[in-house]
């Protein structure tokens, strides 16, 4: 089992920057395969940013690309995603998740098996 715990979310204003954190337990965190996801109200969650076990490879959403750098510190079981030129659609709960690495990325809800419980983030225009 891992267990996963995102924090760092917040109000910003649009074009700010804002920089979540996602701090995970339980197993070998390098064994895990990482990704964001975001759910904003009455839409349903959707893909921002996944990385490799290793951080070797990452994969972006078309929406976030150029403006989000996900990356992680395995000696710290943490993974980032790093948002900046935050836009007002941005607004949503973003969760962190996690897949054993032998699965690859993966851009679908149901690829990873971990999530955490949700950070909000708020882009105020």
């Known amino acids: 089992q891992v267990q996963l715990v995102e924090s760092g979310g917040g109000l910003v204003q649009a074009g700010g920057s804002l920089r979540l954190s996602c701090a995970a337990s339980?197993?070998?965190?390098?064994?895990?395969?990482m990704a964001w996801f975001r759910q904003a109200p009455g839409k349903e969650r959707e893909f921002v940013a996944a990385?490799?076990?290793?951080?070797?490879?990452?994969d972006y959403a078309d929406s976030v690309k150029g403006r989000f750098t996900i990356s992680r510190d395995n000696a710290k079981n943490t993974g980032y995603l790093q948002m900046n030129s935050l836009k007002p659609e941005d607004t949503a709960v973003y969760y962190c998740?996690?897949?054993?690495?032998?699965?690859?990325?993966?851009?679908?809800?149901?690829?990873?098996?971990?999530w955490g419980q949700g950070t909000q983030v708020t882009g105020s225009s």
């Open positions: 339980g197993r070998t965190f390098s064994w895990y395969a």
């Open positions: 990385i490799s076990g290793s951080g070797g490879s990452t």
């Open positions: 998740a996690a897949t054993h690495r032998s699965r690859g990325l993966g851009y679908a809800f149901d690829h990873y098996n971990y």
